[in-house]
């Protein structure tokens, strides 16, 4: 197997890696696999403590998660999400409604849930069914409760670099970088898919002075997208796009950051599909100096994330 040089953005004397064993001045193929459960972990123990100190104060954090319907991958997220929370300490008020109720309904209980001063923080778990406006629903959660970051409050705070709720995938993508020393200052950052959730937030959370990162978004309309691509010393591909990313995409000793979760079929999985992300994991691990793994990358820190989000707003911070 031969020594790949060193990737020119990851600056000599740099911090080195946390991963015993890998060392940023002495990277050789194949890519360094981004341990997403340690990291998902030692962010859940740090919540957890976290909770044990605002018990002290009397405070039990709660967040309010609401389903409505009963979409299969829905139910595995919201489940996933109460689980992380129960683990923590933090409350979680399960709230499940019909496939059926009526958008009235849903910004009632929203509203009673903005008055509640039990209640931190308020998650509606998207897709919602069709008769029902996401956008008027994310709009009616009040911006001190949400802990999704996707009310345009807070993601106005976030492009003028306030403070404010910060969308948890794209603070997990940050988090990675940050806990695998990959440098961002300076570095080129492309990254594909555009929505206000994933690459919206994310590209102002990596421009922003602290990370200093040059960004580019790619998305549909753009030409040649794969030329862009090669460009990126962190390429980040949040398209819902199976398998979309190839190593000839990927300029050699690039960190890559699969945020994709897509359902593929396959016969042969008990359920029937497997779970794939934006990223042609087998041959990009043989270019790329960093990669995530899907599942057991930037899903679980969205999850740990949330935790760190609804203890924000328990704090008042
Ligand atoms: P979305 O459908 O809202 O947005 C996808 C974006 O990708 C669009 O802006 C579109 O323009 C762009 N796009 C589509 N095909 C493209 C292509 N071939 N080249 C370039 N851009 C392309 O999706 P989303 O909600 O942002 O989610 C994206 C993916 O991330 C999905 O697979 C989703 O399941 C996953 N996701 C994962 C997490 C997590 O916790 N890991 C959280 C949210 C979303």
């Not at 009310?151 to 969308?167: D, E, Q, T, W, Y």
């Not at 934006?278 to 270019?287: A, H, I, L, P, Y």
Request: some cysteine; hydrophobic content about 45%; glycine content about 10%.
């Amino acid at each position: 197997m031969k020594n790949r040089k060193r990737p020119p953005w990851l600056h000599a004397g740099g911090p080195s890696l946390f991963i015993p064993g890998a060392s940023v001045l002495e990277k050789s193929m194949p890519a360094v696999i981004i341990d997403g459960k340690a990291l998902a972990q030692r962010l859940r123990d740090r919540a957890a403590e976290r909770t044990k100190k605002l018990a002290e104060r009397g405070i039990k954090p709660c967040l309010a998660v609401i389903l409505v319907g009963e979409d299969p991958a829905s139910l595995s997220y919201v489940g996933s999400k109460e689980r992380a929370l129960a683990e923590t300490g933090i409350s979680g008020l399960d709230i499940r409604l019909p496939a059926d109720t009526p958008e009235d309904t849903l910004l009632r209980r929203i509203a009673a849930l903005n008055e509640d001063p039990l209640v931190h923080g308020i998650l509606v778990q998207l897709p919602l069914p069709g008769h029902i406006h996401e956008e008027k629903i994310i709009m009616a959660i009040a911006p001190a409760k949400d802990v999704d970051g996707f009310h345009p409050v807070s993601l106005g705070n976030l492009m003028a670099g306030r403070k404010g709720f910060v969308p948890c995938t794209p603070l997990g993508v940050l988090h990675i970088l940050k806990e695998y020393a990959i440098p961002t200052d300076g570095a080129r950052a492309v990254i594909l898919g555009r929505s206000n959730i994933v690459g919206k937030p994310l590209a102002n959370l990596l421009v922003r002075k602290d990370s200093n990162a040059t960004v580019t978004i790619c998305h549909t309309g753009t030409r040649d997208p794969a030329s862009v691509c090669r460009e990126a010393d962190i390429l980040i591909a949040a398209a819902g796009q199976p398998g979309l990313v190839s190593a000839d995409m990927v300029k050699e000793g690039a960190a890559v950051i699969d945020v994709g979760i897509n359902r593929v079929p396959d016969p042969e999985a008990k359920k029937g599909y497997r779970i794939r992300g934006d990223v042609d994991f087998e041959s990009v691990r043989e270019k790329a100096a960093f990669l995530t793994p899907v599942p057991g990358g930037v899903g679980l820190m969205t999850v740990a994330l949330l935790l760190h989000n609804v203890l924000d707003a328990a704090e008042g911070v």
